[in-house]
């Protein structure tokens, strides 16, 4: 499996951005996917995971109420919709598969990563 992610770049803090997450080399319909940020000199943390029906999801909690997570089966596809968004979000963002549909909070239960996208948030 390779996932592709896109969307990143710079925007004032309260804007928004939308990440996308395609994967290809075989399907991860049944797959749980979400995203993770990492940020200079700190640990990759969940932002927002989601199970491999899309019915489930789970938020960090820096963005709750700000980010949501979807995914299109069909286009094999994931999507992270930032608003109001803040300079402490500012980190590269990895989005990640595992074989199993059922979510994780941890990025070590993640068996494919993308290449990661930056987002940087001016204040």
């Known amino acids: 499996v390779q996932l592709q992610a896109s969307g990143g770049g710079l925007v004032q803090a309260g804007g928004s951005l939308r990440l996308s997450c395609a994967a290809s080399?075989?399907?991860?319909?049944?797959?749980?996917m979400g995203w993770f940020r990492q940020a200079p000199g700190k640990e990759r943390v969940l932002v927002a995971v989601?199970?491999?029906?899309?019915?489930?999801?789970y938020y960090g909690d820096s963005v709750k109420g700000r980010f949501t997570i979807s995914r299109d089966i069909a286009k094999n596809t994931v999507y992270l919709q930032m608003n109001s968004l803040e300079p402490e979000d500012t980190a590269v963002y990895y989005c990640?598969?595992?074989?199993?549909?059922?979510?994780?909070?941890?990025?070590?239960?993640?068996?494919?990563w993308g290449q990661g996208t930056l987002v940087t948030v001016s204040s």
């Open positions: 989601v199970n491999g029906n899309g019915g489930s999801t």
């Open positions: 080399g075989r399907t991860v319909s049944g797959s749980a």
């Open positions: 990640a598969a595992r074989r199993g549909s059922a979510y994780s909070m941890f990025p070590s239960s993640y068996d494919y």
